[in-house]
């Protein structure tokens, strides 16, 4: 099957520093990309869909200044999570889909991030 | 975002038994729904995809659709202590966008 290789697996950074996340569809070409983000017990929620070669579209109540998505190329999109804080800990999860059309959505490993 | 729901659990089976999943979500336009597995702090694993009302089974899984209900529910069958995990409600109403529930924590007691 699909894969897509997410990584770091987990980052614990200070305060008011920037972290990045990388996705890559490993056997694939993924035109989109999305990004997720779950909090301890909760849901996974669509944070933005990350679109080759154009901006992203961010969900209702996501600061796409706080949260920088690039998709440069059909295989590799990354979230920065520029001065981050506290609150941003969670754990982010990137998928993709094969072609413009197919169902089946793959999922990245996850990325714990724990900001002091 | 739209509203998926599920009961948050815990569910705890037998093992043999057959545990049953429960999602109802409130968009009417929505086509497409899936099944997801969520070991603790792993990602989603899909599971079952359904799109028409009725069943499809696929080994120890059955998905069930109801549109008219707006009602979605997984059967396990023959329950395993290594089907213990969160079980995720998702479902696609547009072109792009996938909505998932909170989740359905399943224990299977050996």
């Known amino acids: 099957g699909a894969v897509v290789s997410q990584h770091p697996s987990r980052v614990i950074c200070k305060s008011g520093t920037s972290v990045k996340i990388e996705c890559r569809s490993l056997d694939f070409q993924a035109t989109t990309m999305f990004w997720y983000r779950q909090f301890p017990k909760q849901s996974l929620m669509l944070m933005a869909t990350?679109?080759?070669?154009?901006?992203?579209?961010?969900e209702q109540g996501v600061e796409k200044d706080k949260f920088l998505i690039n998709h440069a190329s059909l295989t590799l999109s990354t979230l920065t999570v520029t001065s981050a804080h506290p609150e941003d800990s969670s754990f982010y999860i990137c998928?993709?889909?094969?072609?413009?059309?197919?169902?089946?959505?793959?999922f990245g490993s996850g990325t714990q991030l724990s900001v002091l | 975002q739209k509203e998926v729901e599920q009961n948050s659990g815990p569910l705890s089976v037998p093992e043999g038994a057959i545990a049953s999943l429960n999602c109802t979500y409130s968009d009417r336009v929505s086509q497409s729904f899936f099944w997801y597995r969520q070991y603790s702090g792993k990602s989603p694993e899909l599971i079952m995809s359904i799109y028409s009302n009725g069943d499809k089974e696929d080994g120890r899984f059955t998905a069930q659709l109801n549109k008219a209900s707006q009602y979605v529910s997984l059967l396990i069958r023959d329950s395993q202590p290594s089907d213990s995990a969160t079980y995720l409600c998702?479902?696609?109403?547009?072109?792009?966008?996938?909505?998932f529930g909170t989740g359905t924590r399943l224990t299977v007691i050996p």
């Open positions: 998702a479902v696609r109403a547009g072109a792009n966008n996938l909505f």
């Open positions: 990350s679109n080759e070669g154009s901006k992203a579209t961010y």
């Open positions: 998928s993709a889909r094969p072609g413009r059309s197919g169902e089946k959505l793959f």
